[in-house]
T-cell receptor, first 109, second 117 residues
């Protein structure tokens, strides 16, 4: 079936660096995508979303890029902080929300 | 922002007993809520869609008689794990949309850690 997957399971960065987390999706008909952050023992927290009629959307310190040609989604975090350490999931929203495998982001002080 | 609350946050029960988990939307009404399960180091897997005033819709492979869902009001859905076994130990998370339309994000509760001994 259709799936949403991530390229890398772990990412380690230095505090202050920019982080890029990637996600590939396989359903070309998907028209809405969401990035979530999940801290240990907690539920996912909404970060940012993007609709398929856009290729870029910016929030506070975060940017999501959507490349529909190659079915790729990325989350960029600027000036990564220790509090950004968490697992990040991309999700494809079509009738039901389908999560990718997640990337564990570790920020080193 | 939209708040979804779950209770309890953790529960330990003996094998064979039943456990009820509550999910409430605190500042909005939700005709639909979603129940997910997450095993350690894994992603979230949708179990079922809870519909206010009607039967829940279960994903393939999820036993509806084992995971009973009741959505009796616009702000409350419950998941009851019946005759729990150790393999049911997991992190259960509910979610809901604060507004209608599939192009709006789901808001999640903080999950319930179930341990079956």
């Amino acid at each position: 079936g259709e799936s949403v997957g991530l390229h890398l399971p772990t990412l380690s960065v230095q505090e202050g660096d920019n982080s890029i987390i990637n996600c590939a999706y396989s359903n070309s008909a998907s028209d809405y995508f969401i990035w979530y952050k999940q801290e240990s023992g907690k539920g996912p927290q909404f970060i940012i979303d993007i609709r398929s009629n856009m290729d870029k959307r910016q929030g506070q310190r975060v940017t999501v890029l959507l490349n529909k040609t190659v079915k790729h989604l990325s989350l960029q975090i600027a000036a990564t902080q220790p509090g950004d350490s968490a697992v990040y999931f991309c999700a494809e929203n079509m009738r039901r929300l389908t999560f990718g495998e997640g990337t564990q982001l570790t920020v080193n002080p | 922002g939209a708040v979804v609350s779950q209770h309890p946050s953790w529960v330990i029960c003996k094998s064979g007993t039943s456990v009820k988990i509550e999910c409430r939307s605190l500042d909005f009404q939700a005709t639909t809520m979603f129940w997910y399960r997450q095993f350690p180091k894994q992603s979230l897997m949708l179990m079922a869609t809870s519909n206010e005033g009607s039967k829940a819709t279960y994903e393939q492979g999820v036993e509806k008689d084992k995971f009973l869902i009741n959505h009796a009001s616009l702000t409350l859905s419950t998941l009851t794990v019946t005759s729990a076994h150790p393999e049911d130990s997991s992190f259960y998370i509910c979610s809901a949309r604060a507004r209608t339309g599939e192009d709006s994000p789901l808001h999640f509760g903080n999950g319930t850690r179930l341990t079956v001994t």
